[in-house]
């Protein structure tokens, strides 16, 4: 008995699950009300009405650095990558 549990522990343990998807987290993912409340829970995550604003400023012809000072958000990558769809695609 002893052997067959020590075979099952050196090869479940070797086998990765990386790049397993988990079905359930991947649901929960595709909602976004989910995804919001995700995103949003983080300290230094940006809330839906910041992420409108800032693409609502940058569609009316606003560069990056003025959008920056108007709303006190200094990492202008940040804002850049919102602005692209790079991050915070669905908010």
Not at 40 to 61: P, W
């Amino acid at each position: 008995m002893k052997t067959c549990r020590g075979f099952q522990v050196s090869y479940f343990g070797n086998i990765s699950r990386k790049g397993i998807n988990n079905p359930y987290i991947k649901k929960l993912w595709q909602d976004d009300q989910f995804y919001a409340k995700s995103v949003g829970n983080r300290a230094n995550a940006l809330s839906k009405e910041q992420v409108t604003k800032i693409r609502a400023l940058a569609s009316d012809g606003h560069d990056v650095a003025a959008i920056g000072k108007q709303l006190c958000i200094s990492n202008l990558k940040r804002l850049s990558n919102i602005i692209t769809g790079k991050t915070y695609r669905r908010m």
